[in-house]
């Protein structure tokens, strides 16, 4: 479209076998510039892969993939960001010396990178741990060190593969603040996750993959849409009636949730509820939350596969 601004990740027709197993079939998607993409899907289904191909560690079978409108070469890895989901580092090196060496790779001087890298520990409760031998650190411990080194450079893209993995609540609204700086200061973000609720707070558009294909793609709205199912949500006291107005998707304890049927509305639900005699204390409707969504599209695959990764 004229005078559109060119994105910043561009992947068209995009198609990744291995043998005789295709693993991604004519992909599509582009991410713009200054904001956060969720890449999302199930164990399997090729996130890791695309990723991988974008970055230049695979040759795709077939496709166009391009950072900055041509395909990503080593030299331009100052302006990247990569947070793999198979952390790597040099794990009997200090942890100051890690990130002293990662700064160098990236352009800083000897000082900016430990005078950078002293402040981003002190922050994130790590101050002490500088001199130490990074497998003598938490797994958790190290996946902060990991994203300071992957962050510290101020990178153009940032590609959060399962960020927040293994990280208690704190530690991970921590890790989102991080990233929102970055976005702030003109960071475009791609990220996978299976934490939906992330997605919702951090994410621009999505894109859900599933068996190498795009099963939706687009804003958040966009997607919820793409589904049209309404839901209510009841906090209530008493028996939910059977209804031809709603199937009662979930159920728990004092709180349900009711997908609305094709010809009813809110409005009507509420009436013959209240009529019913329940006693209702919260009633809300809208749209089905992205965790809906992953349940709908990928729940009957997760049985069957019980794990993997591509």
């Given at each position: 479209?004229?005078?559109?601004?060119?994105?910043?990740?561009?992947?068209?027709?995009?198609?990744?076998?291995?043998?005789?197993?295709?693993?991604?079939?004519?992909?599509?998607?582009?991410?713009?510039?200054?904001?956060?993409?969720?890449?999302?899907?199930?164990?399997?289904?090729?996130?890791?892969?695309?990723?991988?191909?974008?970055?230049?560690?695979?040759?795709?079978?077939?496709?166009?993939?391009?950072?900055?409108?041509?395909?990503?070469?080593?030299?331009?890895?100052?302006?990247?960001?990569?947070?793999?989901?198979?952390?790597?580092?040099?794990?009997?090196?200090?942890?100051?010396?890690?990130?002293?060496?990662?700064?160098?790779?990236?352009?800083?001087?000897?000082?900016?990178?430990?005078?950078?890298?002293?402040?981003?520990l002190e922050r994130l409760d790590l101050g002490d741990k500088a001199?130490?031998?990074?497998?003598?650190?938490?797994?958790?411990?190290?996946?902060?060190?990991?994203?300071?080194?992957?962050?510290?450079?101020?990178?153009?893209?940032?590609?959060?593969?399962?960020?927040?993995?293994g990280f208690d609540p704190v530690n991970r609204r921590l890790l989102?603040?991080?990233i929102e700086e970055q976005k702030q200061s003109g960071a475009t973000?791609?990220?996978?996750?299976?934490?939906?609720?992330?997605?919702?707070?951090?994410?621009?558009?999505?894109?859900?993959?599933?068996?190498?294909?795009?099963?939706?793609?687009?804003?958040?709205?966009?997607?919820?849409?793409?589904?049209?199912?309404?839901?209510?949500?009841?906090?209530?006291?008493?028996?939910?009636?059977?209804?031809?107005?709603?199937?009662?998707?979930?159920?728990?304890?004092?709180?349900?949730?009711?997908?609305?049927?094709?010809?009813?509305?809110?409005?009507?639900?509420?009436?013959?509820?209240?009529?019913?005699?329940?006693?209702?204390?919260?009633?809300?409707?809208?749209?089905?939350?992205?965790?809906?969504?992953?349940?709908?599209?990928?729940?009957?695959?997760?049985?069957?596969?019980?794990?993997?990764?591509?």
């Amino acid at each position: 479209m004229a005078g559109e601004a060119e994105p910043l990740v561009h992947v068209e027709g995009f198609s990744m076998a291995f043998g005789k197993q295709t693993i991604i079939d004519d992909l599509s998607f582009d991410i713009h510039r200054g904001e956060t993409f969720g890449f999302l899907g199930s164990n399997g289904c090729g996130k890791t892969t695309t990723i991988r191909a974008l970055l230049g560690i695979y040759r795709p079978t077939g496709g166009v993939l391009h950072i900055n409108g041509k395909p990503f070469k080593p030299e331009d890895g100052e302006k990247l960001g990569y947070l793999p989901e198979e952390r790597g580092l040099y794990k009997k090196e200090s942890v100051i010396d890690v990130m002293v060496y990662f700064g160098r790779l990236k352009g800083f001087s000897h000082q900016a990178a430990h005078d950078w890298s002293l402040a981003y520990l002190e922050r994130l409760d790590l101050g002490d741990k500088a001199k130490m031998r990074l497998d003598k650190l938490s797994s958790g411990q190290q996946q902060k060190v990991q994203l300071g080194v992957t962050v510290m450079n101020s990178p153009e893209l940032l590609i959060l593969d399962e960020p927040t993995k293994g990280f208690d609540p704190v530690n991970r609204r921590l890790l989102m603040e991080i990233i929102e700086e970055q976005k702030q200061s003109g960071a475009t973000v791609m990220m996978v996750t299976h934490q939906m609720e992330e997605v919702e707070r951090l994410c621009d558009r999505v894109l859900f993959l599933k068996g190498g294909q795009a099963e939706a793609y687009g804003t958040i709205d966009e997607v919820q849409d793409q589904y049209g199912v309404q839901i209510i949500r009841l906090k209530y006291s008493g028996v939910i009636p059977a209804s031809q107005n709603y199937v009662i998707s979930r159920q728990q304890n004092n709180y349900a949730e009711l997908t609305i049927n094709e010809g009813a509305d809110q409005s009507m639900i509420l009436r013959d509820l209240v009529a019913s005699g329940l006693q209702i204390r919260e009633f809300s409707a809208g749209k089905l939350s992205l965790d809906d969504i992953f349940i709908g599209i990928y729940g009957d695959q997760e049985e069957e596969k019980n794990g993997g990764s591509a």
